[in-house]
């Protein structure tokens, strides 16, 4: 619990306060069954009325007191609840913000949000609903039963054997319903997936009228969290009834031992009515406590599966990292590189790749599908790390830049192209907040933005709907690649980034980032051959090894990959002509 402990910093002072004011509540209302007995045994035995008034203006007095108390303390309980909760959201944010692809592919998106949400929020109930009982209950419990002892200790004995049933109780309750606890968080991740997946491919869904198919697949997990969350929560009720079974019949116990004492005359009356006000307080406590117990029971699944993020480490870290180092030139260069996914995977994705490219070159990749052409190019940012071999940048290993640094110089434009819900201006931004409206403007000339946004509703201050879903493929590709140009790297890594564009306009893009930047690194993976064969020199890929590396002309004359592809896509024209 170090790391929870760590996440309570900065909301300690609501959680101490919250204690003080739930144990000051808790005392005071211990004191009026006692005020209460001396009232019976006293004003009523006697007749006095007015010992009865003051006894019970007192009564009424700490009562109010005790209410202003609990005032306090819910007001704190849940300062400290919801401070909490935020806290861990945000460390657990942070946390995620580090990983790198690999941990993030160990975490599916679904579960690492019911693990931000879901799970934060159990936490969060647990602490506000859980403080108040938890702490009140033991005091309540322990100076109850010193009063009942201290009223009758013959008749306190009843405690020996109400104890240990509703101890046995609980703890038969907690051992079943665990387990299921945990199913249940399972569950949602699942739910959560299923919806996650029909939401981001909803368009698809409607495109092959498969409504039906995600709905009976969504009606499937929605009843496993049903079944789950019914076996779980009917175990937990079990809780109440169970204790109410335990405390009526210690209750009857109790009126039977007790009113035969008061017959015999060895217990007053108010003693007892005293001593039954203890007893109710000592079963409450226990039940709540019980209560407490299942809420900590599901809120530490909870934590579990947040301390599971919290402790994930970072694939890739900054530990060999010069503070100093900075990338100047952008040459590139890859030194028997190999690659895998996974340490026991048997074979490795990309394997044994050395090839060199000079500052200010653009390079080409080309291969077929499944070639693992934009892997290759994900280990220079180190968005995954080289399984074997050395990356170099401006003749440095790449683990010598910062990540930051590294990546600040490595403008990327991955495949999918991802926009976030905002106007275009402020996605725009997104990859250079400090640029003004000049070069925003310039960025989107080269790309070609210019040549759309004009007509868009309110131009850069359109609002993009969630993913930019109101734009054309074409469209959300030059916006990203505005976007990147924006950030004036010293390497651009384009990912198949124009194959929605339209030949001609990917030509007038190819020809203005040559013009605005004629010293700056460009790779560039293309399915067209058309798209590389301006290229200085092109890479060709095949089964994760370097088949080719060479000129256009040369691999056109010397590489039977790259010269299969070309005549394919010159009959592809000749059969468009």
């Not at 005020?35 to 010992?51: E, L």
């Not at 101890?167 to 699942?190: C, M, N, S, T």
């Not at 968005?383 to 074997?388: K, M």
């Not at 384009?494 to 700056?520: G, K, N, Y």
């Amino acid at each position: 619990m170090k790391q929870f402990w760590t996440c309570t910093r900065g909301h300690r002072k609501d959680f101490f306060l919250a204690v003080l004011f739930i144990e000051a509540e808790t005392v005071f209302e211990l004191i009026i069954p006692m005020i209460m007995a001396s009232m019976i045994d006293v004003g009523v035995a006697q007749g006095d009325r007015r010992y009865i008034l003051l006894k019970g203006l007192e009564m009424v007095g700490f009562a109010l007191l005790a209410l202003f108390l609990g005032h306090l303390c819910a007001k704190y309980t849940a300062l400290c609840g919801s401070g909490i909760a935020a806290q861990i959201r945000e460390t657990e944010y942070q946390q995620i913000q580090k990983f790198s692809f690999v941990n993030t592919d160990h975490f599916n998106s679904a579960s690492l949000v019911t693990r931000l949400t879901g799970d934060v929020t159990t936490i969060q109930n647990a602490l506000t609903n859980g403080m108040r009982p938890g702490f009140r209950s033991p005091v309540m419990l322990l100076m109850a039963v010193i009063v009942s002892f201290l009223i009758n200790p013959r008749l306190a004995m009843v405690f020996y054997v109400a104890a240990p049933a509703l101890g046995l109780l609980l703890y038969f309750i907690i051992r079943q319903v665990r387990p299921l606890y945990v199913d249940l968080q399972r569950a949602w991740d699942r739910l959560n997936r299923l919806i996650q997946e029909n939401l981001t491919g909803i368009r698809v869904v409607k495109a092959y009228v498969r409504e039906d198919y995600e709905t009976e697949k969504f009606d499937a997990g929605n009843q496993e969290l049903r079944s789950t969350a019914r076996q779980a929560f009917t175990l937990a009720t079990l809780n109440m009834p169970a204790f109410q079974l335990v405390m009526y019949g210690t209750i009857l116990a109790i009126l039977w031992f007790g009113g035969r004492m008061v017959t015999i005359g060895s217990l007053k009356v108010g003693e007892l009515t005293s001593f039954l006000s203890y007893v109710l307080q000592v079963l409450n406590s226990l039940m709540m406590f019980s209560n407490v117990f299942l809420l900590f029971t599901r809120s530490l699944t909870s934590w579990r599966r947040i301390e599971a993020v919290l402790q994930e480490t970072p694939t890739i870290t900054d530990a060999e990292a010069v503070p100093e180092a900075r990338i100047t030139r952008g040459s590139i260069s890859f030194e028997q590189v190999s690659f895998k996914y996974e340490p026991a995977a048997p074979r490795y994705i990309l394997e044994d790749i050395s090839f060199e490219i000079r500052a200010g070159q653009m390079v080409g990749i080309i291969g077929q599908t499944g070639t693992a052409k934009s892997t290759l190019v994900q280990l220079i940012p180190r968005l995954y790390e080289a399984t074997a071999g050395k990356i170099r940048l401006d003749g440095r290993p790449v683990q010598q830049y910062t990540q930051a640094h590294l990546r600040e110089q490595i403008g990327l434009v991955l495949q999918n192209n991802i926009l976030f819900s905002g106007t275009v201006r402020e996605n725009l931004l997104w990859g250079n907040p400090s640029a003004d409206e000049a070069w925003l403007r310039q960025a989107c000339y080269i790309a070609c933005v210019d040549e759309f946004i004009d007509r868009l509703e309110a131009g850069l201050d359109t609002v993009l709907g969630q993913g930019g879903v109101n734009l054309s493929g074409g469209q959300k590709q030059r916006l990203c690649l505005a976007r990147c140009i924006l950030q004036k790297p010293l390497i651009f890594i384009f990912d198949d980034a124009t194959s929605a564009v339209d030949t001609a306009t990917e030509a007038r893009i190819r020809q203005r980032l040559r013009e605005a930047f004629p010293h700056t690194t460009t790779l560039l993976i293309s399915q067209r051959i058309s798209s590389v064969e301006e290229a200085d020199q092109v890479l060709v890929l095949a089964d994760g090894r370097l088949n080719g590396c060479g000129s256009p002309a040369e691999l056109l004359q010397h590489n039977q990959v790259y010269r299969e592809l070309w005549q394919l896509q010159q009959a592809g024209k000749v059969a468009e002509a």
